[in-house]
Structures are given as structure tokens and as C-alpha cells.
């Protein structure tokens, strides 16, 4: 199946500062998913991102289909950031099941 | 619109009792998912559904059997609890459509002892 590797496994920012999430991935995809789940483990949709760059607010991302990858930014980061941020990728079978990576975790001090 | 729900949100349960997961959804949505978390492990798929009265297993299905008799449910089932089986639990439901987009209940939090 396809591998998922995100990195770095942990991340301490304080606020304010920007930083970049990355998403490796190991076989063609046709989903791309970022969640954050949230201290109280609420898992929610940033973006859904087989290819191209997306934008909501403070959150963007990229995923590099050819090159199998996919980059979250956080800027100015606030303490409400804080969380684990998951990439899921689903394969080009017709049911498109997620694969997951470990999840990065985020603590933005204030 | 409610989205996903999923009942219990915690539940406790003693080494070979039996329990039932229940995940509901009101958008209509073809494709549902049941995945577990575990610390360190990412979330991992259980079993899932293309439909009503289908299933498929996914990467972790031993221990657990499913069940899709309505489209906006889906149930999980532990016929003998064992502590291996404690983990969050997540449902997830989609459209059939192009996008892909899975959307996800609350979870629920099950501690077998």
C-alpha cells in the first residue's frame, strides 16, 4: 500500500512565526487531504488537495503530484494552531481509501 | 444538518464483552469509513462501505465485524472486547463524487480492561 511519511514529527513555534508542514507519499494519488485535529481530538477538513495550491486565510497548501509531495504553511501562527496536523492520501483505486501518516504535532507558545 | 455522529462518546468495557459503535450521517453520502487512532499510529482504516448493505475490509479489520442495513448508518461490533481494542475511534462518511472529500464524526473514546 501507499506509504505516507510527514515531517517533522514535532514542531514548537512561538506566536506569531510561520512555519512549513511537509507530506511525502509514495505511489500516484487521486486524494489529498490535510486535517487538524484539535486538542479536544475534533478532526477537522483544511483542505482537500490532489494537486495544485489552495488558500484559506492563514492556511495554504501545495501538493507536487508528480513529485510526490505536499506542504502545509501555517502563517502567523496563533496558539489555537496548536493540535496534530494529518496528511491522508488515497490511492487511484475506485474506492479511494486514506492512508494516513503519523501527524505532525504543533504547540504555538504565546 | 448534523453531519456525522457517532454514539457512544465513551464507553468502557471489561475483557470479552460485546459492544456496538454506531455512526450516522444526514448528507446522503454513499462511501462510509471506520478508522481507529492509536498514539503514534496516524488513524488506520477498519472496515468501510460503498453502499448500502456493503462492506469491505480495510487495513485492521480482525476482531471487528461491521454492518451497513440503512445508508445513513453504520455499525461496529466487538464480539469479545480485548485490551488491544482500546483506541479512539473515528467514522467517516463521502459523496460518491469526484472530490473525495471525507468528512469525520467525534469519535469515541473505548477503554477495554
Redo the contacts between chains.
Keep these: 500500500g501507499i506509504q505516507v511519511e510527514q515531517s517533522p514529527p514535532d514542531l514548537i513555534l512561538q506566536e506569531g512565526a510561520n512555519s512549513t508542514l511537509r507530506c511525502n507519499f509514495s505511489d500516484s494519488v487521486n486524494n489529498l487531504q490535510w486535517f487538524h485535529q484539535n486538542p479536544w481530538g475534533q478532526l477537522i477538513n483544511l483542505f482537500y488537495i490532489p494537486s495544485g495550491t489552495k488558500q484559506n486565510g492563514r492556511l495554504s497548501a501545495t501538493t507536487v503530484a508528480t513529485e510526490r509531495y505536499s506542504l502545509l504553511y501555517i502563517s502567523s501562527s496563533q496558539t489555537t494552531d496548536s493540535g496534530v496536523y494529518f496528511c491522508a492520501v488515497g490511492d487511484t483505486g475506485a474506492n479511494s481509501k486514506l492512508t494516513f501518516g503519523k501527524g505532525i504535532t504543533l504547540s504555538v507558545r504565546p | 444538518n448534523a453531519g456525522v455522529t457517532q454514539t457512544p462518546k465513551f464507553r468502557v468495557l471489561k475483557t470479552g464483552q460485546s459492544m456496538t459503535l454506531l455512526c450516522a450521517q444526514d448528507m446522503n453520502h454513499e462511501?462510509m469509513?471506520w478508522?481507529r487512532q492509536d498514539p503514534?499510529?496516524?488513524?488506520?482504516?477498519i472496515h468501510?462501505s460503498?453502499g448500502e448493505g456493503t462492506t469491505?475490509k480495510?487495513?485492521v479489520p480482525d476482531g471487528y465485524n461491521v454492518s451497513r442495513l440503512k445508508k445513513q448508518n453504520f455499525l461496529l461490533g466487538l464480539e469479545s472486547a480485548a485490551p488491544s481494542q482500546t483506541s479512539?475511534y473515528?467514522c467517516a462518511s463521502r459523496p460518491s463524487g469526484a472530490?473525495?472529500?471525507?468528512?469525520?464524526g467525534?469519535?469515541t473514546?473505548l477503554t477495554v480492561l
Aim: aromatic content about 28%.
Design positions: 462511501y469509513y478508522y503514534g499510529m496516524g488513524l488506520r482504516l468501510y460503498v469491505a480495510g487495513e479512539v473515528f472530490t473525495d472529500t471525507q468528512y469525520f467525534p469519535g473514546r
